[in-house]
Structures are given as structure tokens and as C-alpha cells.
């Protein structure tokens, strides 16, 4: 059984993503005083006497809209209530009750599920005032008054909460590879997640940029266990205008930084743009294990060429990554999705993959036969020997007389001579030069 849930739900502007964040300890919601910031449900882990769970931030949910993007929001906040073990609503100490507030209740109880009420923005240190009282009316049990800022009462909210967690669940996540979907805008991001995960997980529509946050889906099938990371689409720095959208860059950076896989989406009917070298660039800054993926691939005009004509151009697009296997898919349909899990599977083994110190010197020994290493005025490089350091990437030491002569050309032709031995394919690989003895 995975993490219980707790979901954080609440009509917008009451504070829900600033105590989502003092809870977990970091910054991970976007926290901003223009309503609606929150769209899609924010995961994050945090633990309370002893306890592992996972929170869910939720976008403020508006009963009656018209409006595309807070319809959105509100059936993304009912799946967070479906999906939850215990739900938190947050009502703001400021403004009272609102009718809001009652018809949120009123859906809340319909659900079935424990809820646990937080007054927000308590901020005055003392006794509560009269006006905390009137959220007895919501008919949700007595109130815990909170301030969000400040932390204070927040002990009382999970010791609320914690009441109602299941009596025991399986809290290893060991074999979960995190797949991080990244990309332009409107490339198939979160419709590559729904398709996945068999449901609306993500919010989706044609406006570009509908996904500001980055949000985590956990799947589990005959390939394994994964956790699928929706981010917003990376737009050009220049495009980026407003503080909101500067901080769903932030969260991409952070959801690459903490996935094992990158899927970089790459939209079919566009081909390759320079943005898309920059979101690949991001995750080769971090050394981790890419997959091209081409979505779209069902609308494309296609003859018995088009396949291969496009994957040689992408190879000349992305040659400062030509180990990145390529995969024409499409989210709609669902094609090739599961070579896409054998691919993930593949590539992670890859970044994972720890060589011998025995077997590296003798590569290194049949590498400088067949190419002598380079030399300058006299002096020539000597390879002392060779060893992996790291995993993820695959980080290797080389010790040598005379770093200066170790040029990037050479680097590259140990690089390929270890690939054509151990594959490697899918993730970059990294060389750490070191001098040792005499230089001559």
C-alpha cells in the first residue's frame, strides 16, 4: 500500500499552498497573492511522529465557473479528494465564512472522507477571536486555528490529521524510477501523462502553458513502478513575462533535479525548435539518463522515408546528446508507450551501470595502442590509469601526467571506445582529469 494521502483543498487565496509548504519543510507550490495560482495537485512528502505521508496542494476550487482553466481546477481538486485519505480545508480567519466555503463543505461531506478544518491566517499570538467560532456552522467539526506564516498551530493540524491515517502502509520507494516529462509548451506533456495513468491527471487543454507546476503520477505495471513528473512547458527567457510563469521554470529545473529519467518532448508536427536543445541542455547539466520522444507521430505525414529521414535530422539536432535513444509516439492513441517503458528501463540501467577498475585499464590500454595519445613540444600524455568514481552519470577518474595535454578530443575517443564496449546508451558520460607525478 502506497503513502496515505492528505489533501489540501480549499476555495482560492486562502493560503493552502503556503501551509502546503511550511508542512513539507520546502518550497514547492507555487505561493503567490493572485488567486488561482495552483492549478494541477502538488505532491510532496513530509513525515509527523513516525509517520511517511504525502500531501497534496490542490488549485482553489470554485464550485460554479464557466471558465476553462478553474473548471479544471475544480474536478483536479475533486480527484485529489477521491484519491485522499484524509482532506484538510482551509478557510481564511480574515474574510469568515464564505458562501464558497459552505458549498466546499457541503461537497467535502458528500465525499465520506475525515476532514480536518484549518482557520488560516490566525496571525495574532493570544486568545482567538469571537469570529473563529462562526466556522462551527460549516458543520466539519471544531476548527484548528492556523497561521501558515508562522507555523504556529500547524502541530495540531497533523496531529488531526494523523487520527485518521490507515493503521499501517508500505513505505518503500526504493524501486520507483522518477521520469521526469519535459519540453516546449503544447508538446504533449501532461496528455502523455493522462494517457499513462488512465485518467485526467493533469489538466488538459489547447491553450499552451496550461501546466505551471510540476506534478508527480505514480504508475505501476509490468515494467515496473514509476513516477511520472508533469512540468510546465519551458518557454524561451525572453517569453517569460510574469513572476508566476519565471517560478514554473524554477519547478522544471527542480523536477529534473530530482528524477532518475528525462522524456524530452518533442512535438511531432513542429520538428525541432532551439527551445528543445534548451530544455535537453537542462537535463544534460544534470547528467541524466534522455529519451527523445516525438510525439504527435499519428498526425504526421508520413511516406516510407519520413521515420528515418527524421530521426537522422534529429540526430544532427541533438549531437551534443547522440547517445539519447529516439521514439516516435503519440499520446492520443498511445502508440509505442510501451516501448517508451522499456526505453526508461533501458536507459536507466545505463546511468546506473558501474564498470570495474580491471576492465576500464584494459579499454584504456587497447585504446592508447590503437591511438597514441597526444603530445606537445616534447611532451607527450601519459594515462596512468582509469576508474569510475560515480553512478548517474557514469563519472570516471583519470590520472595522468600533464592535464593540459589530455585534450577534449582524446577525452571523446575514450568516451566512444567505452560505449562501443558497454553501451551506455541514454546517458552522458563524464571525465574527471587528475595529475599525478611528473609532468614531463
Not at 464557466?66 to 481564511?92: E, F, H, K, P, W
Not at 534548451?278 to 521515420?307: R, S, Y
Not at 587497447?366 to 568514481?389: E, F, W
Request: with cysteine.
Amino acid at each position: 500500500m502506497a503513502k496515505p494521502i492528505i489533501a489540501v483543498v480549499g476555495r482560492p487565496n486562502v493560503g493552502k499552498s503556503t501551509l502546503f509548504n511550511k508542512l513539507i519543510g520546502k518550497r514547492l507550490s507555487i505561493v503567490d497573492d493572485t488567486p488561482g495560482v495552483t492549478r494541477d495537485r502538488i505532491y510532496g512528502d513530509t513525515e509527523w511522529r513516525g509517520r511517511k505521508v504525502m500531501l497534496v496542494d490542490t488549485g482553489g476550487i470554485e464550485p460554479k465557473t464557466n471558465d476553462i482553466i478553474l473548471s479544471g481546477m475544480r474536478s483536479q481538486a475533486q480527484l485529489a479528494i477521491d484519491t485522499a485519505n484524509v482532506i484538510i480545508m482551509v478557510v481564511d480567519m480574515q474574510t469568515g465564512v464564505t458562501a464558497t466555503d459552505a458549498e466546499i463543505a457541503s461537497m467535502l461531506l458528500k465525499s465520506g472522507k475525515p476532514i480536518v478544518l484549518c482557520v488560516n491566517k490566525c496571525d495574532r499570538i493570544g486568545e482567538v477571536p469571537p469570529e473563529f467560532y462562526e466556522f462551527y456552522n460549516l458543520g466539519l467539526g471544531d476548527p484548528i486555528a492556523v497561521s501558515s506564516v508562522h507555523g504556529t498551530g500547524t502541530g495540531d493540524l497533523l496531529d488531526a490529521a494523523y487520527e485518521f491515517l490507515p493503521d499501517t502502509a508500505d513505505e518503500s520507494d526504493e524501486d520507483v524510477i522518477n521520469v521526469a516529462v519535459i519540453g516546449k509548451p503544447n508538446a504533449g506533456k501532461s496528455s502523455l501523462v493522462n494517457k499513462i495513468t488512465g485518467e485526467e491527471r493533469s489538466i488538459v487543454s489547447d491553450i499552451a502553458g496550461t501546466t505551471r507546476d510540476a506534478i508527480d503520477s505514480l504508475v505501476e505495471n509490468k515494467f515496473g513502478r514509476f513516477n511520472f513528473i508533469d512540468t510546465a512547458g519551458l518557454r524561451r527567457n525572453s517569453r517569460i513575462e510574469d513572476k508566476i510563469e519565471k517560478y514554473s521554470v524554477i519547478r522544471a529545473k527542480m523536477a529534473i533535479e530530482r528524477s532518475d529519467v528525462c522524456v524530452i518532448m518533442i512535438d511531432g508536427t513542429d520538428g525541432f525548435t532551439e527551445q528543445d536543445s534548451k530544455v535537453a541542455g537542462l537535463a544534460l547539466e544534470e547528467g541524466k539518463a534522455c529519451i527523445i520522444a516525438v510525439n504527435k507521430w499519428d498526425i504526421v505525414e508520413k511516406d516510407g522515408q519520413t521515420m528515418d529521414n527524421y530521426r537522422k535530422k534529429l540526430m544532427n539536432d541533438f549531437s551534443f546528446m547522440p547517445y539519447a535513444p529516439i521514439i516516435f509516439i503519440s499520446a492520443k492513441t498511445g502508440q509505442r508507450l510501451e516501448r517508451l517503458f522499456e526505453l526508461i528501463n533501458y536507459v536507466r540501467t545505463q546511468n546506473t551501470m558501474r564498470i570495474s577498475t580491471g576492465k576500464l585499464n584494459d579499454i584504456l590500454a587497447d585504446a592508447t595502442a590503437r591511438v597514441q595519445p597526444p603530445s606537445d613540444k616534447g611532451k607527450r600524455l601519459k594515462i596512468y590509469y582509469i576508474t569510475q568514481a560515480s553512478t548517474c552519470p557514469p563519472t570516471f577518474v583519470c590520472f595522468c601526467n600533464n592535464a593540459e595535454l589530455f585534450h577534449f578530443s582524446y577525452q571523446r575517443y575514450l568516451e566512444n571506445q567505452i560505449r562501443s564496449t558497454f553501451g551506455l546508451e541514454g546517458t552522458p558520460v563524464r571525465f574527471v582529469i587528475r595529475e599525478r607525478g611528473d609532468k614531463n
